[in-house]
């Protein structure tokens, strides 16, 4: 159960933030659940203590101590990161620079991308790593381009590009280390 609140916590933020138009109170929304997301992460950094594995969701995810390391650096950085947002945000709407719109897509694919690297971290099995990855690069895409600029449209497929042949290349290596290590 901790294991699946970890991933749902940003999930439900996001999609608070794609219900509610934006406005500080929505910014802050996303800042409290990056907390819990820090304390839940802390919480399962206790339960791995001394080598002790945790699973979740029937065995889909998986934490040991490494991956709760991981969990509360993720919260961290990205609970650093949404305080940001909030005052960015609530500056750039003022200026009219961003329109509430494109606040609210920017707050529901920063909580998409912290769900997906939180699964990818508790992820269980190669299979559920590698669309935790991708997915990762996908919310991304979009969030590099959300301005839909000329040259934000440039830089997310740049992106798309550079990231797709990297995942490609990790993953042609991931599988020939599996296959050698089963021969």
């Known amino acids: ?40 992460g802390v919480t399962l950094a206790v339960d791995t203590d001394s080598n002790r594995v945790v699973s979740g969701l029937d065995g889909a995810l998986r934490a ?24 960015y945000l609530q500056t750039d709407v003022a200026l009219g620079e961003h329109s ?16 997906c690297m939180l699964a990818a971290v508790l992820a269980a099995n190669l299979g559920a790593l590698w669309v935790a990855v991708e997915a990762t690069t996908i919310a991304t895409t979009f969030h590099v381009g959300h301005q839909r600029s000329d040259k934000a449209l440039e830089a997310s497929w740049k992106y798309v590009l550079i990231c797709s042949v990297g995942i490609a290349v990790a993953f042609l290596g991931t599988v020939l280390v599996y296959f050698a290590a089963i021969h």
Not at 18 to 38: D, E, N
Not at 100 to 115: N, P, Q, W
Request: proline content about 1%.
């Open 1 to 40: 159960m901790l294991l699946l609140a970890i991933v749902c916590v940003p999930l439900a933020t996001g999609v608070l933030a794609g219900v509610f138009a934006w406005r500080c109170a929505v910014g802050w929304a996303t800042v409290l659940a990056k907390t819990a997301v820090v304390g839940l």
């Open 100 to 115: 509430v719109r494109h606040a609210s897509l920017y707050s529901v694919l920063v909580e998409v991308f912290v769900a």
């Open 64 to 87: 040991d101590a490494l991956s709760a390391y991981m969990v509360v650096v993720i919260g961290i950085v990205s609970l650093l990161a949404s305080i940001q947002s909030v005052r």
